[in-house]
């Protein structure tokens, strides 16, 4: 997928920066507002939203927040899906993606935290009796990890992360880290692209190339908004273990985004804390976009499985697999 491609691009060519570019927020001009199709910040900003709705009362709530350069439209399928199962689903197009404004300037991680803890507020409003689940793919899961760490964040039930955003600047090269930092200090709004690199994001190729003709997907992105993804990361990396809600982690064994040794560091210490319950799943035939994969009903039906009840195996048997995988890493790195 090209817009996931574009990050491959820049740390292929030794670029990830060490500072952003990021527009001031502004103040707070009122309340915060959820219409049927958007919902409005307290500073003003229309984020589009969309729903599925199951057809009676729904059993919990799902909020998901996509990855970088997508939008909203990332959840259409589960979300029918989730629905079915008597879950109401949420998602809007987070600052700078899909329909809202200031397409493709990064808004900062703060504001992407505000945005979500002033959602879920809403949501939990609308639904005060139904447990709220939060949903993130790749810079979503970074977003809610980073939300999560805040006192402000509401209560939540429960957090899916699908190849969660956690390449930390700590767990690069100095090469990399060094060369993008230069480049925003110089030029921090040249628009790169990922093409040419044969970068593989998903094995369903026909939604790949959907997602290449959706005028609405990022496809060159400034440097200034790849190094506030650095810091995003950066954040998320630093505050995972102190999620404070029980969690499911996905990741695909053939994912090609997120790198598997700083992913699998992060688990060893995530999964040995005590506090709440933590589950890892791995897929063997899962890329980055496992929700949108050929295999996605898969993963579906582990995560419904996940809600319904957290300390039963998933019927994938792909929390199993996570074990076996993260013992053999253990082991090697012990040799």
């Known amino acids: 997928m090209k817009h996931h491609k574009l990050l491959i691009s820049l740390l292929s060519l030794y670029l990830t920066a060490c500072t952003s570019i990021v527009p001031p927020q502004k103040p707070p001009l009122g309340e915060p507002l959820l219409r049927a199709t958007y919902f409005q910040t307290a500073d003003g900003v229309v984020l ?88 993130g793919e790749s810079m979503g899961g970074a977003v809610i990890i980073s939300a999560l760490a805040k006192a402000d964040m509401p209560e939540v039930a429960g957090v899916v992360l699908s190849a969660p955003a956690l390449w930390a600047r700590s767990t690069m090269a ?23 690199l044969h970068i593989k994001a998903s094995d369903n190729i026909n939604m790949l190339r959907a997602l290449g003709r959706d005028p609405l997907v990022i496809k060159a992105t400034r440097v200034d908004a790849i190094s506030g993804l650095s810091d995003l990361m950066d954040t998320a990396y630093a505050n995972a273990n102190q999620l404070s809600a029980d969690t499911l982690v996905l990741y695909g064994e053939k994912d090609q985004i997120i790198p598997k040794p700083p992913t699998y560091q992060f688990l060893q210490t995530f999964l040995a804390t005590n506090n709440h319950t933590k589950t890892a799943a791995f897929y063997r035939n899962g890329y980055h976009m496992l929700l949108r994969d050929l295999q996605a009903p898969l993963v579906w039906r582990d995560i419904a499985a996940w809600l319904d009840n957290k300390q039963q195996h998933l019927p994938s048997a792909a929390d199993s697999q996570a074990q076996v995988v993260l013992e053999n890493f253990n082991r090697s790195q012990r040799e």
């Not at 059993?59 to 399928?77: E, P, T, V, W």
């Not at 809202?100 to 009796?129: C, E, M, N």
């Not at 880290?177 to 093409?195: E, F, I, S, Y």
């Open 48 to 135: 589009p939203v969309r729903r599925w709705l199951p057809a009676t009362e729904p059993k919990a709530i799902l909020i998901a927040l996509h990855g970088f350069n997508d939008y909203s439209r990332f959840f259409d399928q589960p979300g029918q899906y989730f629905s079915a199962q008597g879950i109401a689903c949420f998602a809007y197009d987070q600052r700078g993606f899909g329909l809202s404004t200031q397409r493709g300037v990064w808004a900062g991680v703060p504001a992407y935290g505000d945005d979500l803890r002033s959602f879920v507020k809403q949501i939990k409003h609308r639904y005060p009796q139904q447990p709220l689940y939060l949903l």
């Open 174 to 196: 100095w090469y990399q880290t060094a060369a993008l930092w230069t480049l925003t200090q110089t030029w921090p709004q040249l628009r790169l692209t990922g093409r040419g």
